[in-house]
């Protein structure tokens, strides 16, 4: 009753933009696909909704075909797009009462679905959709697709463009939902929401990387990694580009992070080599591997 | 069937919502009649004209000084003889030649009635007719004036004779093609803008995760752009009767009934060009290039059908507008009735199921 996936495929002129994807989500979990744009997020996510045709393999959502059954799934389903979707010139509540109108039901009738979220915009249910702020959109969005009481919600990064104290809420909403039996799939790019989800799938070109939870999967991470800092941080990015021992070294937040070539690293080596290049403040240290660096790590190892 | 009003309701918030397509639906058509029947029946001042005096007497000769020295005319030339009249109205500058009849004030003294032809250049006919009915009111001036104290009243009769365009074919013309003009620019391009204006915001794509089908939001967009096309072609009819006096000879119902159907023939193309455009822009485009100007060209209301070359006069059968003019035409010109305008209103008809067959098979249930 969740959503399964066995081999679909779709390209766009010849360009492949999902790549023989499976996965399945069980029913009532909140499941996140994680990727950066242009991974083929927002492609799945509108072969789910049946929007698009797979050019191969088949999915069925909710127990119902996306192909055969579209009509069933258009029933059943919520589907938030990436895009602010509601219509600017409708105020709050009449954007509310038209979705809960074309669904065959009314605000009143599922009122406790969205409560928790609606108190909030309330407030301002006579302004027009156009003129909300990015969170109070993404909240009446989040209502508009929640109003008719779906089995599955697909929420399309619901959180890109929202303030981060927004974002926290908004992902506080969404295990409240979950405990109200539906299903979530939710895409995003940020990786540290990722660990909010129960299970994750990393999606980049098109491919799955892998598929966990993500305590799982930060725990698979294979390597030390360590957090490198000193003054100058261009600097120091080029100059471990070519240090021998470097695996991988990008920018993570005011650090970069390092993984080794060798198991017989040891940081004093790595802080040696940068005096001898004259860096200052230099800050070598071990660290706890997240969602982000592995999924580096597991691109780096697909290219 | 709730869906489905709710749908028409949210089309309603669209349309009031945006004062400018607001101004377009209903400021147009007002200004569109207003500038093409005032530009058209418009006062004139001094037009030049001649005289073609056979009598040369006392009346005559008041009667041109009355007519000289009206602020309307301006006598440019005198004329000897009938023929010149063509010559003269073919330099272009006299609009009209005032013929007086021979022995003037002696048949109006022995039979009390004299005649006076007036000839009008009808190229323009509005201007013709106007010239005659000002000439005929200074005419009938100069009558009351010698009638004053007589018992057996004079008579001056005017004679009014158009040359080129004897059946003063345009006047009142507009009126049947501005309708069409309109309701095919209101109906046509306001849904198709609708409909894609949901595509280019991504509304579309919750509408079609939704259990509404093509039929109800085909339906849907329609609906609140019949009832303002109505509403709009009732204004001009209303405009044209009491502003401009238009006779309106035939059946107002039989009027209201072939709008409607034109209407909706209008709106099924709308449809069709939205789905084949995917941004606003296309689609306006595309109504004014593919529509406008076929309408404007092609349908006989500006450029009379039967004189166009073949290949144009057979495209401009397959032009909706062409049989809705001359429907218009018969209907409000000539007083006839569904008898005489069947044929072109099936033509319409079998056009808007054709439209709306093929719409509804091209709406795209999925976004590719």
Request: hydrophobic share 45%.
């Amino acid at each position: 009753m969740g959503i399964i996936l066995n081999n679909i495929s779709k390209s766009y002129a010849n360009v492949p933009a999902l790549d023989d994807i499976s996965f399945e989500v069980a029913p009532g979990e909140l499941f996140g696909l994680i990727g950066p744009d242009g991974a083929g997020k927002t492609t799945l996510f509108r072969i789910l909704t049946t929007l698009l045709i797979q050019d191969r393999g088949n999915a069925a959502v909710a127990g119902y075909d996306v192909l055969k059954q579209y009509k069933d799934i258009r029933n059943h389903v919520g589907y938030m797009p990436g895009r602010f979707s509601l219509y600017q010139d409708l105020t709050v509540e009449e954007n509310l009462t038209f979705f809960a109108t074309i669904f065959g039901t009314t605000i009143e009738e599922n009122y406790d679905l969205i409560k928790d979220i609606y108190i909030q915009i309330e407030p301002f249910k006579d302004r027009r959709a156009g003129k909300l702020s990015g969170g109070m959109k993404q909240k009446l969005a989040l209502c508009c697709a929640l109003i008719h009481k779906p089995k599955v919600l697909f929420l399309d990064e619901p959180t890109t463009g929202v303030d981060p104290v927004s974002r926290k809420e908004f992902w506080e909403m969404l295990k409240r939902l979950q405990q109200k039996n539906i299903t979530i799939l939710v895409s995003t790019p940020y990786m540290d929401e990722a660990e909010l989800c129960d299970r994750i799938a990393l999606i980049t070109n098109g491919k799955i990387l892998q598929i966990n939870t993500p305590e799982a999967i930060i725990a698979s991470f294979p390597k030390k990694i360590y957090k490198v800092r000193s003054s100058n941080t261009y600097q120091l990015i080029q100059d471990l580009r070519i240090y021998p021992d470097t695996h991988s070294a990008y920018p993570f937040g005011e650090y970069l992070h390092f993984t080794p070539k060798s198991e017989a690293f040891g940081p004093m080596d790595l802080s040696k080599y940068l005096e001898e290049r004259h860096h200052k403040g230099i800050e070598v240290k071990e660290t706890v591997a997240t969602i982000e660096d592995t999924f580096m790590d597991l691109s780096k190892a697909q290219e | 069937m709730n869906r489905f009003i709710g749908f028409i309701k949210k089309e309603f918030y669209h349309i009031l919502r945006d004062r400018r397509s607001l101004f377009i639906l209903f400021g147009m058509p007002i200004v569109q009649v207003m500038l093409f029947g005032f530009a058209i029946t418009n006062e004139i001042n001094n037009v030049d004209i001649a005289i073609l005096d056979h009598s040369k007497d006392v009346n005559t000769k008041e009667i041109i000084n009355k007519i000289a020295t009206s602020k309307y005319f301006s006598i440019k030339g005198f004329i000897d003889h009938e023929d010149e009249i063509e010559s003269t109205f073919k330099k272009g500058k006299i609009k009209a030649v005032l013929n007086f009849e021979k022995d003037f004030s002696k048949n109006l003294v022995t039979q009390k009635k004299a005649t006076v032809q007036i000839v009008t250049d009808a190229t323009d006919p509005n201007t013709a007719n106007t010239i005659s009915n000002y000439v005929g009111s200074i005419l009938k001036n100069y009558q009351q004036e010698l009638n004053q104290g007589l018992n057996l009243p004079y008579q001056i009769v005017p004679q009014t004779r158009m040359v080129f365009n004897p059946e003063l074919k345009s006047v009142y013309m507009f009126v049947p093609g501005v309708m069409t003009i309109i309701l095919m620019l209101v109906s046509a391009m306001m849904t198709s803008i609708s409909i894609t204006k949901e595509k280019e915001l991504g509304t579309m794509e919750i509408l079609l995760v939704s259990p509404l089908n093509p039929i109800q939001v085909i339906v849907g967009k329609v609906v609140p752009y019949i009832l303002l096309s109505i509403i709009n072609a009732a204004v001009i009819i209303l405009l044209s009767i009491f502003v401009f006096k238009m006779p309106v000879q035939g059946s107002l119902f039989l009027l209201g009934a072939e709008s409607t159907l034109f209407i909706v023939n209008a709106l099924s193309l709308g449809i069709l060009i939205s789905t084949i455009s995917s941004t606003q822009q296309t689609a306006m485009m595309i109504s004014l290039m593919g529509l406008m100007l076929p309408v404007i060209l092609l349908s006989g209301f500006i450029f009379p059908i039967s004189s166009m070359p073949l290949p144009l006069q057979l495209i401009s059968n397959i032009i909706p507008a062409k049989w809705f003019i001359m429907i218009l035409k018969g209907i409000m010109l000539k007083g006839v009735g569904l008898a005489y305008v069947w044929k072109e209103t099936l033509i319409l008809i079998g056009m808007t199921i054709f439209f709306i067959v093929l719409s509804v098979k091209k709406y795209k249930i999925r976004l590719e």
